[in-house]
């Protein structure tokens, strides 16, 4: 069974920095694109960040530059690093998984960017 558990949300003043992990358990991430989405209260969920098996990537305009999407196959492991936060990057943060048509949700890590 797949699963995913993100870590490393939390409280930031704006201008700071987070780093978010998704461990993947199963044997299934190597060959799977990954992906962090966000959705903030009284919003739809948007994707923030996508990477491939082979290590493309792509950003939403509103982060590109900011954050930092990239894996780990030996740990199995997604991470973004996110940088200059701002206020409007505050939302609850998933990691997903697709593979052969499947997806796979994390529960989801808040963060908070304030002052």
């Known amino acids: 069974q797949v699963q995913l558990v993100e870590s490393g949300g939390g409280w930031v003043q704006p201008g700071g920095s987070l780093r978010l992990s998704c461990a993947v358990s199963?044997?299934?991430?190597?060959?799977?694109?990954m992906a962090w989405y966000r959705r903030a209260p009284g919003t739809q969920r948007e994707l923030v960040a996508r990477i491939d098996s082979f290590g493309s990537t792509t950003y939403a305009d509103s982060v590109k530059g900011r954050f930092t999407i990239s894996r780990n196959n030996v740990k199995s492991t997604m991470y973004l690093q996110m940088d200059s936060l701002k206020p409007e990057d505050s939302a609850v943060y998933s990691c997903?998984?697709?593979?052969?048509?499947?997806?796979?949700w994390g529960q989801g890590t808040q963060v908070t960017v304030s002052s």
């Open positions: 997903n998984l697709e593979r052969l048509g499947l997806v796979y």
């Open positions: 199963g044997s299934i991430f190597s060959s799977s694109v």
